[in-house]
């Protein structure tokens, strides 16, 4: 498994504050967080390899993993080795942490926040159960400062179900639309409920395929774009998942003329000066998403994982969710809906507590809310997709030195 850690020039020593590190988990299943979370979002470069001013290196030390194995430059020569459910992957996870942390005392001294996107919220927070374990057993030498959910795919069940209500209420769909979307999403409530993952993962694709054609190709990142898909037909449930597979790179890469992504393209960087650099063996090729990493967890992928919020939660960790207002993918009405279901003992007076406006450097429009009781954090944050770092760099910047506690806060 490939990792890459970055001490921060920036750190500021503080009795009272140790200096975080953040360990960032990408989504898919299957896409790199060394090269897409990286180069594409918060790290201190971007892929024309110029500065990136709204780094979180400016609030944090940054590890990024290819996470599952077979993910960016993280390869398997048994494809029997590809995690099949969410715990394999947090385990392989927790026993990297061992490695790494436990040799070396001053890591030890920060304590980690695990921030996830999309995919990798579910990997979050099977991880932190298994950190938690492994800490408790004296086998892990660190302390665990909290958990970030961002745009996870915490809830499929919850999400599908946003989906034709959202595009019908910004004009995306008809009720011709919603119609057919909601019988959709049905039939995947069900399948979940009977535990028939594989199927649901099937119809997911489905889904996204009837609302490609009923919303001309909406993007799934952002619902005030398209999605950029010139294909006439999208009936075929595997052409529709390939396109589902693939949409990190296209998305990002129709930002890039005007986001802190950069404008270069991030499979030849990756292939060409990085790997170079890094001295990665020549019969190891990196990929922004791994198609056998999504296959192998086709039957977890619509999989939820409130229970172990609520087991998080439980044990006191600090959990923060925090959501694109345009994504679709990850609707902030899916993850509403998820979060109402906690059975954690604060829920009722978390809901109850007020909103607080959020501005960019005190100043400006509101460019987001953030919400708290306790050890349970929300954050709604406005104008901003399924990539919160990339489409609102500034509050995601002062968002992350609140969760993480920075004394460059």
């Given at each position: 498994?490939?990792?890459?850690?970055?001490?921060?020039?920036?750190?500021?020593?503080?009795?009272?504050?140790?200096?975080?590190?953040?360990?960032?988990?990408?989504?898919?299943?299957?896409?790199?967080?060394?090269?897409?979370?990286?180069?594409?979002?918060?790290?201190?470069?971007d892929?024309?390899?110029?500065?990136?001013?709204?780094?979180?290196?400016?609030?944090?030390?940054?590890?990024?993993?290819?996470?599952?194995?077979?993910?960016?430059?993280?390869?398997?020569?048994?494809?029997?080795?590809f995690?099949?459910?969410?715990?394999?992957?947090?385990?392989?996870?927790?026993?990297?942490?061992?490695?790494?942390?436990?040799?070396?005392?001053?890591?030890?001294?920060?304590?980690?926040?695990?921030?996830?996107?999309?995919?990798?919220?579910?990997?979050?927070?099977?991880?932190?159960?298994?950190?938690?374990?492994a800490?408790?057993?004296?086998?892990?030498?660190?302390?665990?400062g909290?958990?970030?959910?961002?745009?996870?795919?915490?809830?499929?069940?919850?999400?599908?179900?946003?989906?034709?209500?959202?595009?019908?209420d910004?004009s995306?769909?008809?009720?011709?639309?919603l119609?057919?979307?909601?019988?959709?999403?049905?039939?995947?409530?069900?399948?979940?409920?009977?535990?028939?993952?594989?199927?649901?993962?099937?119809s997911?694709?489905?889904?996204?395929?009837?609302?490609?054609?009923?919303?001309?190709h909406?993007?799934?990142?952002?619902?005030?774009?398209?999605s950029?898909?010139?294909?006439?037909?999208?009936?075929?449930?595997?052409?529709?998942k390939?396109?589902?597979k693939?949409?990190?790179?296209?998305y990002?890469?129709?930002?890039?003329?005007?986001?802190?992504?950069?404008?270069?393209?991030?499979?030849?960087?990756?292939?060409?000066?990085?790997?170079?650099?890094?001295?990665?063996?020549?019969?190891?090729?990196?990929?922004?998403?791994?198609?056998p990493?999504?296959?192998?967890?086709?039957?977890?992928?619509?999989?939820?994982?409130i229970?172990?919020?609520?087991?998080?939660?439980?044990?006191?960790?600090?959990?923060?969710?925090?959501?694109?207002q345009?994504?679709?993918?990850?609707?902030?009405?899916?993850?509403?809906a998820?979060?109402?279901?906690?059975?954690?003992?604060?829920?009722?007076?978390?809901?109850?507590?007020?909103?607080i406006?959020?501005?960019?450097?005190?100043?400006?429009?509101?460019?987001?809310?953030?919400?708290?009781?306790?050890?349970?954090?929300?954050?709604?944050i406005?104008?901003?997709?399924?990539?919160?770092?990339?489409?609102?760099?500034?509050?995601?910047?002062?968002?992350?030195?609140?969760?993480t506690?920075?004394?460059?806060?």
């Open positions: 498994m490939f990792w890459w850690l970055y001490r921060s020039p920036y750190r500021v020593e503080d009795p009272s504050k140790p200096w975080p590190i953040i360990l960032w988990l990408q989504g898919g299943p299957g896409a790199s967080g060394v090269g897409i979370g990286n180069f594409e979002e918060v790290g201190p470069l892929t024309d390899l110029k500065p990136r001013n709204s780094t979180w290196l400016l609030k944090a030390d940054l590890l990024f993993v290819d996470n599952p194995v077979g993910t960016g430059y993280s390869y398997v020569e048994d494809e029997k080795l995690v099949k459910t969410d715990e394999e992957a947090g385990n392989d996870l927790t026993t990297l942490l061992v490695e790494l942390f436990n040799k070396n005392e001053s890591l030890q001294k920060s304590p980690l926040y695990i921030v996830a996107e999309s995919y990798g919220g579910k990997y979050a927070v099977t991880l932190a159960l298994s950190a938690l374990k800490i408790e057993a004296g086998k892990l030498k660190l302390k665990l909290g958990v970030a959910l961002g745009d996870s795919w915490i809830s499929p069940e919850d999400f599908v179900l946003s989906w034709g209500p959202l595009l019908k910004v995306r769909l008809d009720n011709n639309g119609q057919k979307s909601n019988s959709v999403a049905q039939t995947i409530k069900q399948q979940i409920a009977k535990g028939q993952y594989v199927d649901a993962t099937d997911w694709s489905e889904l996204e395929s009837v609302i490609g054609r009923s919303s001309n909406v993007d799934f990142y952002n619902f005030l774009k398209d950029g898909s010139d294909l006439v037909s999208m009936s075929d449930i595997e052409l529709s390939g396109i589902a693939k949409r990190y790179s296209r990002l890469s129709s930002l890039r003329s005007s986001s802190p992504g950069g404008g270069g393209d991030l499979d030849s960087l990756m292939n060409g000066a990085i790997k170079k650099k890094l001295k990665i063996p020549a019969n190891v090729s990196w990929g922004g998403q791994s198609d990493v999504f296959t192998a967890l086709s039957g977890d992928f619509m999989k939820p994982r229970n172990e919020v609520d087991e998080l939660l439980a044990k006191g960790v600090n959990v923060t969710v925090y959501n694109g345009i994504d679709l993918i990850c609707a902030t009405k899916g993850t509403e998820w979060v109402e279901k906690l059975k954690w003992e604060g829920l009722h007076n978390f809901l109850s507590t007020d909103r406006p959020l501005h960019c450097s005190g100043i400006g429009s509101t460019k987001g809310f953030v919400k708290s009781y306790k050890n349970l954090h929300f954050y709604w406005l104008g901003a997709g399924h990539f919160v770092p990339v489409d609102q760099p500034c509050l995601a910047l002062n968002m992350v030195g609140a969760i506690q920075s004394p460059a806060t």
